[in-house]
């Protein structure tokens, strides 16, 4: 069974910084690209990060690109998103999902709340 | 970037057929997806490559796409189908991940 086990989430001051991790079972984790996506309360879905089989190919959203950074660890089956200078805006529910052209399998999402 | 324009809403009766509309530019030359997403959980892929369906997905469940407009058809619509529904495609100008809005489905 495929399971995607998202953590790291919190409260976080403006500007601040958070990792998010994503730990990957039931697949050949290497053989997948992977994905963040986000949903602020109340909002629709909205993508943050793609990172392909061995992060050869790295595209983000203009919203986060500069601040935000994905990477993997094939050996430890591990998706992270390090988030700095964080806004108000980027308060929501981040969840990692896996790249199959559609996301067929999505974890059940950290939340990340920026507020002072 | 490339936009995908969804109805924020869509109601249909028990048992009659609701259709979601997911407009784009040439939309009908891309692979789109479609997911349900109900309060407080992941979202779901219901349909994917404009048409086809996931193990477990029932066939009630179907897609389309052509031209500038995808459609999610859901027929016999149960009061299980209430949900938010995203459209999705991969929009290699960007190479972005693009979602729809999102519509909402009203059972009535």
């Known amino acids: 069974e495929v399971q995607l086990v998202e953590s790291g989430g919190g409260l976080v001051q403006p500007g601040g910084s958070l990792r998010l991790s994503c730990v990957a079972s039931g697949f050949t984790f290497s053989s997948y690209s992977m994905n963040w996506v986000r949903q602020a309360p109340g909002k629709g879905l909205e993508w943050v990060s793609y990172?392909?089989?061995?992060?050869?190919?790295?595209y983000y959203a203009d919203s986060v690109k500069g601040r935000f950074t994905i990477s993997r660890d094939n050996a430890k089956n591990s998706l992270s998103l390090q988030m700095n200078s964080l806004r108000d805006e980027d308060t929501a529910v981040y969840y990692c999902a896996r790249h199959d052209q559609w996301l067929k399998y999505w974890g059940q999402g950290t939340l990340v709340t920026v507020s002072s | 970037s490339y936009v995908l324009t969804q109805p924020p809403s869509v109601s249909v009766a028990p048992g009659q057929t609701a259709r979601i509309t997911c407009g784009g530019n040439?939309?009908?030359?891309?692979?789109v997806h479609w997911y349900q997403q109900k309060p407080g959980q992941a979202p779901v892929l219901v349909v994917y490559a404009d048409s086809d369906r996931p193990s477990g997905i029932p066939e009630r469940f179907s897609g389309s796409n052509s031209g500038n407009t995808a459609t999610l058809t859901i027929s016999r619509v149960e009061a299980g189908d209430e949900a938010d529904y995203y459209c999705?495609?991969?929009?290699?100008?960007?190479?972005?991940?693009?979602f729809g809005g999102g519509t909402k489905l009203t059972v009535l």
């Open positions: 040439n939309i009908g030359t891309k692979s």
């Open positions: 999705q495609v991969w929009d290699s100008s960007s190479d972005h991940v693009v």
């Open positions: 990172i392909s089989t061995y992060s050869s190919t790295i």
